[in-house]
């Protein structure tokens, strides 16, 4: 019988409990690398797939991601959700053998009903890479299976963050294109991307992301049908159909009950109560670069593809209206003082006086402007600045109706009434004039005191400013859209007065078609969410 020293002892006491340790550690590692072995090679039944690891695997998968591919439009996000999850080809092992990713390219495949291209979602790639998935023996060597797996991964994950983003937040990002745009617009954030990769139905899932407001379904069907504008081309209607869908998927709609909400290219104000208008009333907007209409969506210049707005172009905004202020005085702003007021003086020396304009220099009113040699003031060297007086000749009217915002624009009365007869509106400096300032604000405040002494005030000779406060704050936007079905399903086409279809569909088509130009992707950088 053999003796064991105490250390022989010790050293297989050790090796008794260490050895069952370590060959369950083998055994686990070997499950874990044969269950994606497994999936794929019972699926596919090409022997390749039985040597597949998730090391092997996630070799490959990192070089791909770090390759700095320009098709994925998020690739910050998805390689960091890649990181997180030990580089696994989710969306091959759960969507490729239940004919989750054909669906999805079904769905792409009519990407053209919403406007878009299935160019954009990498369709063929992955049609390509199922038929090289589901037809024995075309993969033919471990490498081949490692990179074909990497790419379809990619292609699957970018694809369905796109699709789904394009068709919930836009394909495009207004503010990225729009200069004068203020308008609260949710954008794709990274807990809405990480819905792609827990998917378990793909048809319920892509159906549930489909835009399915009444005025988008209606320009969807006009699209399909091919409808035809007054006055303009099939081609011209199709890409103010397409640029007005890519608009309504944006996220800046009304939420509230009431609000009041200005059409520029319509040259109409609506107050909407319970989805429904309750007063209407036309406006004047700000003059724009392409009244005109010189330029079309069919015809249109270089210089029109960027969004370079014309000075006096009222922005697109949202905010509150907080109070109106009756007889207002009017701080005139220096761009027209430069242009208007001091060429005006000049010509005439008592313009100003004619015009209850005031002048001030250092904040000390000017006693006798009329003095001043105006043909020697220039907007180099202008010391003064004007306010105009309440009166019947104060360019803002009898009542502006004041919101916060970037720009300094208000709603507001006008003495020049004649404007509203007019089919092109759009005449302002920037501001909205309204047609019936006075209906405005019996519908905001309501019969009662305040409203009383509105119209009292309104009314008086010797006018004084007089500010009051709404008892209740009501939500202002100020939109550009240029085709919308109304209240009977006919659809209403507005002309582009900004040009801003123009600028909305020259970068849809670089989205759209790549080849033309660089590529203009869904969101621009970070996938935090964002509002602002």
Not at 370 to 389: G, R
Request: proline share 5%; glycine share 4%.
């Amino acid at each position: 019988m053999i003796q064991l020293t105490p250390v022989k002892k010790t050293t297989v006491i050790l090796l008794f409990f260490i050895l069952p340790t370590l060959a369950l550690t083998f055994q686990s590692c070997k499950k874990k690398r044969s269950e994606m072995a497994n999936v794929l090679y019972k699926q596919t039944h090409n022997k390749i797939f039985k040597d597949v690891t998730p090391e092997g695997f996630s070799e490959v998968f990192k070089k791909a991601l770090a390759a700095g591919n320009p098709k994925l439009a998020h690739a910050a996000f998805i390689a960091d959700h890649y990181e997180k999850n030990d580089y696994t080809p989710e969306l091959v092992l759960t969507q490729l053998f239940n004919n989750g990713l054909e669906t999805a390219t079904e769905y792409y495949s009519h990407a053209d009903d919403h406007g878009l291209d299935a160019e954009m979602f990498q369709t063929e790639q992955i049609k390509a890479l199922i038929v090289k998935f589901k037809t024995k023996g075309q993969i033919k060597t471990l490498n081949e299976a490692y990179q074909d797996m990497a790419d379809l991964e990619l292609a699957a994950a970018n694809s369905l963050i796109n699709y789904s983003n394009a068709l919930q937040y836009g394909a495009i990002n207004p503010k990225s294109i729009f200069q004068r745009y203020f308008m609260n617009t949710r954008r794709p954030d990274s807990l809405s991307m990480l819905r792609v990769f827990h998917i378990s139905n793909m048809g319920l899932y892509l159906d549930s992301i489909q835009p399915k407001d009444t005025e988008y379904l209606a320009l969807q069907k006009a699209l399909k049908s091919g409808v035809v504008a007054k006055g303009a081309s099939k081609e011209e209607t199709r890409r103010i159909l397409i640029v007005n869908l890519e608009r309504l998927r944006w996220k800046n709609k009304p939420g509230e009950h009431k609000y009041v909400i200005v059409n520029i290219p319509d040259f109409f104000l609506n107050v909407i109560d319970s989805g429904r208008s309750v007063l209407g009333m036309k406006v004047c907007v700000g003059q724009g670069r392409n009244m005109d209409n010189a330029n079309t969506l069919v015809a249109y210049n270089d210089t029109c593809k960027e969004d370079k707005p014309y000075e006096h172009e009222t922005p697109l905004l949202n905010s509150q209206i907080h109070s109106v202020e009756v007889n207002p005085i009017w701080n005139i702003p220096r761009s027209i003082a430069n242009k208007e007021i001091i060429v005006e003086a000049a010509k005439d020396r008592f313009y100003l006086a004619n015009k209850s304009i005031d002048v001030y220099k250092d904040d000390v009113k000017v006693p006798n402007p009329e003095d001043i040699d105006w043909s020697k003031i220039t907007k180099e060297n202008l010391p003064y600045e004007f306010k105009q007086e309440p009166g019947e000749d104060n360019s803002l009217g009898k009542i502006k109706f004041l919101f916060n915002n970037k720009s300094s624009v208000y709603l507001h009365d006008t003495p020049a009434k004649s404007a509203f007869f007019w089919k092109m509106r759009a005449v302002s400096h920037g501001c909205v004039r309204l047609g019936d300032p006075q209906a405005l604000a019996l519908n905001l405040f309501g019969a009662g005191d305040d409203y009383d002494t509105i119209v009292d005030d309104m009314g008086a000779d010797n006018p004084d400013p007089t500010t009051i406060g709404l008892p209740k704050k009501v939500p202002v936007y100020i939109t550009y859209v240029t085709c919308w079905p109304d209240e009977k399903g006919v659809l209403q086409f507005r002309k582009d007065v900004y040009g801003l279809d123009i600028v909305l569909y020259d970068h849809l088509l670089k989205l759209l078609h790549p080849k033309i130009g660089k590529s203009y992707l869904a969101d621009t950088g970070s996938v935090a969410a964002s509002t602002n």
